[in-house]
């Protein structure tokens, strides 16, 4: 845990490394952790399911998803999310999640993720 850790909220600035593997402890279906990052609760339609699972966590938590890979688009919904490159064989995997910094977003920041957020209706953009 990180001393003074920032708190995921909204509008925060959340940067975060994921990586997949097929057990909890597990990251072999990843070469190397994939950085994202993105504005926390900047979506149209409110929090979509992984901003739940992030929501009140601090800087260097982190956390496991057992996620189905048909789920994907519904888990991200508005966020950006740059493709997880697995196996055709792999049907559900364990999603790693690090969350490395949690810092202000700059308002140029926050009204670009609304406005992309908004530009994606019902659909995961990054899918």
Known sequence: MVENAQV?????KISLLLEAGSGPD?????ARPI?????FGAGSQGLCPFEFQLGDKKEGDGLSLHVKK???A??????SIPHLPMPESVGAFYLKVKIVKVS?????????ALAEAGSCGDHCCGH
Do not use: M, N
Request: avoid cysteine; aromatic fraction near 6%.
């Open 35 to 39: 950085p994202i990052e993105f504005i």
């Open 70 to 72: 048909d789920d994907l």
């Open 74 to 79: 519904d888990l991200f919904q508005h966020l």
């Open 8 to 12: 995921v909220g909204p509008l925060r």
């Open 26 to 30: 597990k990251s072999d279906l990843t």
């Open 104 to 112: 202000e977003a700059d308002p140029k920041e926050v009204i670009k």
